[in-house]
């Protein structure tokens, strides 16, 4: 069975910092790219961050960039985000998302909810 399961969430204080886990299992976590978005209610789903199969790579949103690092470690098929300087804007359910780019296939996990608030 194909899984892939984020873990991490929690409450933080403004300013603070949390890592994000994203554990993979049932299918070759190394072929594929992962990404991270996240979603807060009542808006749409937005791109946080992206890395290459190999970790050789990586991009951010805007929103994020300086404060978020994406990084993978495919011997332990676990990906990462590590969240810094948090804002109560980051406040969101995060979702890892991983695609094998020469096929289109595509899973995602069922998401671990952040909250930024003192």
């Known amino acids: 069975q194909v899984q892939l399961v984020e873990s991490g969430g929690g409450l933080v204080q403004p300013g603070g910092s949390l890592r994000l886990s994203c554990a993979a299992s049932g299918f070759t976590f190394s072929g594929y790219a992962m990404s991270w978005y996240r979603q807060a209610p009542g808006k749409e789903r937005e791109w946080v961050a992206h890395i290459t199969s190999t970790g050789g790579i990586t991009n951010y949103a805007d929103s994020v960039k300086g404060r978020f690092t994406i990084s993978r470690d495919n011997a332990k098929n676990t990906g990462y985000l590590e969240m810094n300087s948090l804002k109560p804007e980051d406040t969101a359910a995060y979702y890892c998302?991983?695609?094998?780019?020469?096929?289109?296939?595509?899973?995602w996990g069922q998401g671990t909810q952040v909250t930024v608030s003192s």
């Open positions: 998302k991983v695609v094998r780019v020469s096929t289109g296939n595509s899973y």
